[in-house]
């Protein structure tokens, strides 16, 4: 009898310990943060060339989990070319199906033409001559600051129709060549349905390779007066969230400062990053992401934080 006795008592303790243990790890799930990190790559319309689209496919299959958030420039398929399936195909070469297509635009000549928009040369971000007889030109040309809010209209929309005849489907994420976005590109995106912008930026961000006196921050410091890397997702008007590009691109960020970004993040308890880089020179820059991503999964481990990776 004081046998059965004892082994009911040991089943109670035995059952209620287990129960205590549980209702831990719940807890642990339970208060387990989770940061949200964008990885976003820029697509200048400039070049596609077999060394970046390379680096970007090895960088694929050493993150296969990674979707990317791929913002094209439409111009690779307005200039002559003798097969722009091919060209589409390259460009897909380097996706994966997790990924999410966006628009990213500089106003090149090639594309205002095609899309009927008067060309605008001045309001260089990089300080240069945007004038050509011959080739293209305006890569560095602000739309915010150059073009009205029709002519945003039209380009943006007509951006659009080209990926999308091209079989990229229709885009509603944005960010706008060099950020130069402001309340007429703002209108000029709502017009055309957008629902997710990432041109908000720390001109502090760039100083790594602008002048402070480049008009490239002086502009930026003028549309995006308020901008930190702490920025978070805000609504940018009813239609638009703003997703800030609150990490930069790794152009202009070496893996240590990512790593110090998003220490800087996590101590800040802030849940969201948008890192990324340009599709015309990954082949020199996507290591700085491929190196900061281990050391950002060890700092989240070590903080009790699940991170997340979105495209959209
Ligand atoms: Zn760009």
Known sequence: MRLLK?????????????????????????????????VTVDWEG??????????????????PNIPMLQLLNPTYFVRPHPDYARL??????????????????HAWKSLTKHCGVAYQSDYSFADISETCKVGDCGYTVSLENAYSQADLTQLIGCSNDILMQHGFGHSVHFRAGGWQMGPKLIAALEANGFIWDSSVIDAELLLTRWHQDSSMIKMLRKLHPTATPLDQPYQLTDQIMEYPNNAALADYTTSKQLVALFQQLVDAEKTVMVLGFHQETAADFIDHLAEAIPQMEAIAKAHQIKIEWHAR
């Open 6 to 38: 004892l082994s009911v008592y040991l089943c109670l303790v035995l059952l209620l310990t287990s129960c205590e243990s549980v209702a831990d790890s719940v807890a642990e799930v339970q208060a387990q943060k989770t940061m949200r990190l964008y």
């Open 46 to 63: 400039r070049s596609l060339d077999e060394e970046n689209l390379e680096a970007m496919q090895q960088f694929r299959q050493r993150f």
């Open 88 to 105: 589409a195909s390259d460009i897909k070469s380097t996706f994966l199906s997790i990924d999410t297509v966006g628009l990213h635009v």
